[in-house]
T-cell receptor, first 112, second 114 residues
Framework: AQSVTQLDSHVSVSEGTPVLLRCNYS??????LFWYVQHPNKGLQLLLK??????LVKGINGFEAEFKKSETSFHLTKPSAHMSDAAEYFC??????????FGKGTKLSVKP | EAGVAQSPRYKIIEKRQSVAFWCNPI?????LYWYQQILGQGPKLLIQ????????DSQLPKDRFSAERLKGVDSTLKIQPAKLEDSAVYLC????????????FGPGTRLTVT
């Protein structure tokens, strides 16, 4: 069965500093992995997706993630945080029927 | 293109009452999903439709929850009777085809059961 574990429930950074949100996955086959972002009172938005092509995946708003099979990880990074990045971020693995299996989320706070 | 529409956006009911949520997916999207997101958790799939047929409803509490997708387009999710633990945001999502993973989410309906 597929699952994801987000290692931090809350991450706080200063504006202009790097962002690292950690995610480990478990899958019985080569996984499809995603990061979604949820701003307050807004719908979930796809940031990026990995579907067995390049291991370094670039997404929207300067985010990227690296698929590391040996570490079963798919961490999300951004070189420089912006105030507008404050939101909840979900690491997601694709299920066997096209459904999505979400992690518990990491709340990112950005201090001025 | 228009996104996934949901209504109402907010609903407050008392326990044991019934409630219904409505979802209109993106035009042409064959697959529709309902998720439940409890505060502090990630969304959990309740039911998945392919056109107007059910693909997966293994996590739908069928003693109180029901869902239908009329003519393969709009969908309604109903809870009867509601319990306190049903307080959550109910998200609808759609995708062009099943198994494609590229899902587009609506803004959700926040349900509070008192």
């Amino acid at each position: 069965a597929q699952s994801v574990t987000q290692l931090d429930s809350h991450v706080s950074v200063s504006e202009g500093t790097p962002v690292l949100l950690r995610c480990n996955y478990s899958s019985s086959y080569s996984p499809s992995l995603f990061w979604y972002v949820q701003h307050p009172n807004k719908g979930l938005q796809l940031l990026l997706k990995y579907t067995s092509a390049a291991t370094l995946v670039k997404g929207i708003n300067g985010f990227e993630a690296e698929f590391k099979k040996s570490e079963t990880s798919f961490h999300l990074t951004k070189p420089s945080a912006h105030m507008s990045d404050a939101a909840e971020y979900f690491c997601v693995v694709g299920g066997s029927q096209g459904n999505l299996i979400f992690g518990k989320g990491t709340k990112l706070s950005v201090k001025p | 293109e228009a996104g996934v529409a949901q209504s109402p956006r907010y609903k407050i009911i008392e326990k044991r009452q019934s409630v219904a949520f409505w979802c209109n997916p993106i035009s042409g999207h064959a697959t529709l999903y309902w998720y439940q997101q409890i505060l502090g958790q990630g969304p959990k799939l309740l039911i998945q439709f392919q056109n107007n047929g059910v693909v997966d409803d293994s996590q739908l509490p069928k003693d109180r929850f029901s869902a239908e997708r009329l003519k393969g387009v709009d969908s309604t999710l109903k809870i009867q009777p509601a319990k306190l633990e049903d307080s959550a945001v109910y998200l609808c999502a759609s995708s062009l085809v099943g198994g494609a993973y590229e899902q587009y989410f609506g803004p959700g309906t926040r349900l509070t059961v008192t």
